[in-house]
Nanobody
């Protein structure tokens, strides 16, 4: 399942960006991870195909995940961006092959991964 992400860029503090993550096939869950220089990769947000979302505390109330299952696409709307949000953002998905239930799919690990998109927030 190929995965293409887009939407990063450079904004000033308080600005907004929307990341998109499109898969070729059906997925049961999408997640965004980010990695700043010199730091490890951590999950920022996730959304399941039933709309259930999770967010790391630092983005709660500022970032919103949504999905368009007809387009196999998930979105991460990022508002009130801060310099601490500067990082490479990666989308990952849990592909759902035919005959696999959503519940079984969600128990899988995330993968494949997108190529990453840079988000830079300047003060």
């Amino acid at each position: 399942v190929a995965l293409v992400e887009s939407g990063g860029g450079a904004v000033q503090i308080g600005g907004a960006l929307r990341l998109s993550c499109t898969t070729q096939g059906r997925s049961c869950s999408w997640a965004w991870f980010r990695q700043a220089p010199g730091e490890g990769r951590g999950m920022v947000a996730s959304i399941d195909d039933d709309g259930l979302t999770t967010y790391v505390d630092s983005v709660q109330g500022r970032f919103t995940a949504s999905i368009d299952t007809a387009k196999n696409t998930a979105y991460l709307q990022m508002n009130s961006l801060q310099p601490s949000d500067t990082a490479m953002y990666y989308c990952a998905t849990k592909a759902q092959p035919p005959l696999i239930s959503s519940a079984a799919c969600r128990r899988r690990n995330y993968g494949p991964w997108g190529q990453g998109t840079q988000v830079t927030v300047s003060s």
